[in-house]
């Protein structure tokens, strides 16, 4: 489960990772991608939603997007890592990961699927000591009953 706040001795990288699997959800209800990379399903609207307030910085309207069972699952090598387990416990991390970077935004660049599993290739932006930032992953998305219920992310590219 992430903690409030990432941990002073964790490398901005890695703080920054796990960023990038709380954005990624926002591809998590997409049907089909359109030439901008923004879904035409469906489900567009959970999508869209999701990035709206993860882009606002509002736990609260993070909220409305995850399944109470969430789980946000890291996936390194052969290992797989429960980061957060439950919507309470997602939420309450976003609130010391936004006030950590108060600029990030999210960028869904793909999605694949449809249905249940729709895998996403996300980029994350951010400014750190006046230069700007951007890292990017794969994570793919399970929807239930319209809500993102599972999400499993691959390590930071670059």
């Known amino acids: 489960m992430p903690s409030r706040h990432p941990s002073p001795g964790r490398s901005l990288k890695t703080s920054l990772w796990a960023l990038l699997l709380t954005l990624l959800l926002v591809g998590c209800a997409s049907t ?17 939603g999701y990035e709206a307030a993860f882009n606002a910085h509002s736990p609260e309207q993070v ?27 997602m939420l309450q991390w976003l609130h010391g990961y936004f ?45 239930d009953n319209g809500l993102i219920r599972r999400v499993w992310y691959w390590p930071v590219e670059g």
């Open 32 to 48: 089909s991608p359109s030439s901008s990379g923004r879904s035409t399903g469906s489900t567009a609207a959970v999508v869209q």
């Open 99 to 143: 006030a950590q970077l108060p600029d990030v935004r999210a960028q869904i660049e793909t999605f694949h699927g449809d249905g249940r599993y729709v895998a996403v290739h996300e980029c994350l932006s951010w400014r750190h000591e006046g230069q700007a930032r951007q890292q990017c992953a794969h994570g793919t998305y399970e929807i």
């Open 63 to 89: 909220g409305r997007w995850l399944h109470e069972e969430l789980s946000w699952l890291a996936i390194d090598g052969d290992q797989v890592r429960v980061e957060a387990r439950g919507r309470a416990a």
